[in-house]
């Protein structure tokens, strides 16, 4: 169906997103051709030198980006395998079903910034719950200021605040599977694991992928919580790269230089979800 | 392959209501072994709910089922050794047809090579051993429900293999090759085929029994002919045949005459027994014979229109309010106002309040 | 195996209810502490452990002149902002969904699903690094620590959201009711608004839920954008944070700031069980 | 003709969607589209409504060209497969919904809704919700939308598929009915369908349809009686008529090693060679001294039997008009009828016909 006008219908979102949009983007570009900072307010113009000083001796910013990519991959990860069998048990006919659904779910809605403020309070030292807990087993983790355990206390965070969001759009998509596909695997005689392997898992592939990929984009601008929970956590150990960005930008006021990062971050970011959807639609659809 | 019994079967999925409704009414079936039956009825007339009783994926509110005499009512659907193929083709995506085939006895455990031997026989069976390397997800439709059948096949285990309308998602030319084969493998492997359906041409074509049923009851089973000829309810007569059968409101005349009008009609059934006035007599457009000239107790008719259906000529007559279908040869020519309609005594048959004499 | 299968399963479940309801038991617990209760280490049970003070409660509703964090003004900004974004996000979004699902569009090489990419990859630059520039834009155009400049800036984190949703819930609708509504006379525009949004409420509504929670939990736009003039719950919060350390008073408003989006929670799960949701999100 | 189709075609990706379409229609017509699943049949409709704009050829309706004309203001009404009607209204503000687009005065919109829905049967489900509607009967309410319309062209595709078989029965009679009343008034109406049966039934022109060419255009007994092409012939006959390769030579029709048939008489001026036979499966015998062949499959169907057979090269299809049980790879002899015999040149198009059609 074709229609003379249809563009009236696309354009006022794509006018206003657009509008909004285009001073940013252009700014951004044009800011990290320049050497603003704090010393020198002005759009001068020093050509690639932000890129070359990024790609050649800031290996912070490059440290950064593999620290972001371990955190979100293992927090995807968690959140897809958690939500998944979250979903699973309240998916069929279960004691306080609806109850248990709305449970799951609120984690997603309160804002990640102030439940960080309640976490750090939860993993405070000495006067945390959790220290109090383990202290039984006379175990005293430091969980603020040992590189590892900063991050560990990050993804306990990050997968508390965002497997709700998982878990609800795998169990909307289970909701939607086609009843006769379990019932012909049931008269086969196939085990609740089999009926997974055979049967869930790949119908719910296409949902799966869709929902891995919408939670890496959310993943990767880990901010909120490494803001608030550690600022960078001991030394860099749980610095990401928005993080970094913010620091140059909004710290240290180096603004040429934090829009030329912030370029590059999007440019790295695009390529690597196409490139990681590509890889999990072979992995998961099996597409031959 | 098993004898199927359902005694006194009833089911109503609000059971504990003041007057439950009824979707399948108190029935009492037994299905031979080897049997090929279609379970016929318009939507909403229980059909499908007896289908899944028998699959055990709704418990009978009433009644037993017994396979081979052994009680399964309560049994589940993975126990109760049934196949069944549904509307719209499942296969699994992720596996090769061989592998499909394999499924059911790869769950049961069974040794490696029993399972190849089977599935290549079943494989043979169905046409199907040139595909079994080949991913299930690329076939065609019918070849889709060829796998769920075979699914059914290779377990000996099963007692009949039930098919929801199997037939609606396959383009017409396809129908053929797929009822064949079931047929086939009806008579190869000896297994009772139950087929639900609302179609009656698929349900005569395939079945040699054919349950018919209406608003939740069983109302006649019988082969295609008989169904056809001696319908058992007047609810019969119209469901099957294209047209309906012809129904006459008449009255008992003598000792197997009955009357319409004034015209007189010899049937071959003893009328003796019948006491209600609501008597009907029931003629097949395809036996009326009709003449163009006066014809001795004859039934005068003012001829409303002639369609020319290619085989046959379909001409639409009446008689006061009583209006009449009959068919006639093509060449055969029709008067273009009047004709007389003679009804052959052996294909009347007659009925009181609704159920055949 | 079945017990087995189903305690492990229950199991499972009561242990992440746990884990989910935990923070949330230890912020109530907290919010009834003072000083001198919360520094004598974790205690969790009042009146057997620590003696309860609303102390914390009471700040939050306190004017800032005597000692107190008015949160009250925030709270309602952070409820108008969310909701008017919201709802022009979903207007704007719901249309372009509309167009992308309806119409085919060529522009060189770019195809309907190349615009709708676009759309979603809005959402791929965090905040912090687009608030920079925003920040100078907003200056420019005099709109910072405005209400207006926030919600133009929040459209833009919140319209992908509605167009991702609507896009998927517009490919369920068939195609048929517009051709019919077309065929009987009304032009695009009548066809659109007298057939096809009575018929798409259930997509919008959860679309708006998901554009309220994104909506509400952000932090950093704000945190940037505003200052004195405009607060929002987040930013005033997370100040109450860097001062000093009153963990009770923290732990108040940390719960008064979730207890809208619990209505939400109930909304989605009642969506998600009779299956508008289903359609909308596969 | 009031309705006039000039080359229309419609090609996507490569495919023919319509392929150099040209038909006349006059008013007070019926006319049936005729031709298997995507044979074209909905995108002609499509195109007609204005829905679809074809790459190339022109339609004009009342001498006025169409092309122009948008769906919205094209005097047409659509009934589709899928009984498509609008959820969020009750039976009576769907059938009047046309109407208030087109600013009908109330009480108007009140007696055609009214006078609609009686004559599909409908009286009384005024404030029903469609959601609570049987099939059938929103097949019924989408059509009373469209007659309430009074449009000057009704356009149905294959409205009765999705019924059930006995429904589809009774509503085809109805529609006939129906059809008769509003086609006696001046709109022309376009009815697809992939059942012969159906299109001889509907007793109006039968368009046949196949790969997007229109194949043959005339009365349904012309169709019958005189197809085409051997395409035409498969289209319009249920089961489909039986196609063999043989050669006409010394007086007889061989069609294989033992398999010769007398000449019939309309088959005298052709010259010998080879040819393709069509002979309908109704025009077939059991007698004892007829050709032989090897029974696949039978399957009776009330009071005929289908015999599915095979002999020398050729597979056939016999209708009997008998009730009888063939066991399978049981031998059989039939006699075909030869004076019911066509012949077709070896591209398929038709030389000679029992009832004096063909060159």
Redesign the interface.
Known sequence: MNFRHKHIFLLPGLLVLIGILIFPILFTVRLSLSSWDSFYPGLDFIGLENYIRLFTDDLRFWESFLRLGFLSLTTVFLQYVIGFSLALMVWRDIAFKRFFRVLFLIPMMSTPVIMTVIWKTVFHESLGPVNDFLSLFELTPLWLSNDFLAKITVIIVEVWQWTPFMFLLLLAGLLSLPEEAFLAASIDGAGPIRKFIYVTFPLMAPISIGAIIIRLIEASKIMDTVYVLTSGGPGTSTETSSFYIFIKGLREFQMGYSAALSFTYLVIMIISLTIIAKVLVRVLMKQD | MAKIDLEDIAHSYDPLAREPVYALRKAQLSWRNGGRYAILGPSGCGKTTMLNIMSGIVGPSEGRILFDDVDVTKTKTAERNIAQVFQFPVIYNTMTVGENLAFPLICRNVAKDVIARKVGEVAEALGLEKLLGRRAKSLTADQKQLISLGRGLVRDDVAAILMDEPLTVIDPDLKFRLRRKLKEINEYYNSTLIYVTHDQNEAMTFAEDIVVMDQGSVVQIGNPQELFERPSTTFVGYFIGAPAMNMFEVRVTGKNKVSFGEVEFATDTDLGTIKTANVKLGIRSEFIELSAAKVKNGLQVDIERVDDFGNYQLVSAHNGGQAIKVKVKRETPVPGDKAWLKFPEKRCCVYADEVLV | MHKI?LSL?YG??CV??M?????FL??LS?SFKDFQS??S??T?IPWLQFEPTLEGWRVLWESPANGGVDIAEPYLNSIIVTCLASIISII??T??A???S????KAGFIRNND?TFF????????????????F??LGFLGLLDSMVGLI??Y??LL?PIA??IMVDFFNKV?????????????????A?FK?VL??SIPGMIVAGMFCL?FG??D??FAF?LTFTEVQL??VR??AL?SSITP?WS??A??LI??AP??V???I??RF??K?N?????? | MDLVAKGLTLEIEGENHLDDISFGMRKGELYTLLGRTLAGKTTLLKTIAGLITPDSGRLLFEDCDLGGVPVWERNIAMVYQQFINYPHLNVFENVAFPLRQRKVDPAAINRRVMTALSSVGLDGFEGRKIQALSGGQQQRVALARSLAKEAGILLLDEPLVNLDYKLREQLREEFRNIFSSTVASDSILIYSSTDPLEAMQLGGEVIVLDEARVLQQGPGHEIFENPANTRVAEISNDPAMNLMNGTIGDGSIQLGADMALPLPPHFKGLTPGDYIFGLRASDVILADKGISFTVELSEISGSETYLHVAGGAHKFVGLLDMVRNFKAAETVSLSLDVKKIYAFDMAGDLVSSPFGGGR
Request: charged fraction near 10%.
């Open positions: 299968y399963k499972f479940i992440w209810s884990f989910v309801v935990a923070p230890w912020a907290t919360v520094t280490g974790a969790y704007l979004g249309l372009s509309y167009a992308l309806r119409f085919t569009f615009i759309f979603i990859s809005q959402r791929i630059m965090p905040p912090v690094v687009l608030s920079i520039p925003f100078i834009m133009m800036v459209i833009v319209m167009v991702w068939p195609r048929e009711i517009d051709e019919t509504a077309l065929i009987d006379g009304c032009n695009p525009y009548q659109f057939v009575p018929n929670i509400w939990t932090f950093f940037i719950l987040p919060i997370v944070n963990w923290l732990s408003a940390a700031s979730v989006l619990i939400v929670a109930f989605v799960e998600l069980s299956g949701l289903s359609g909308a999100l596969k």
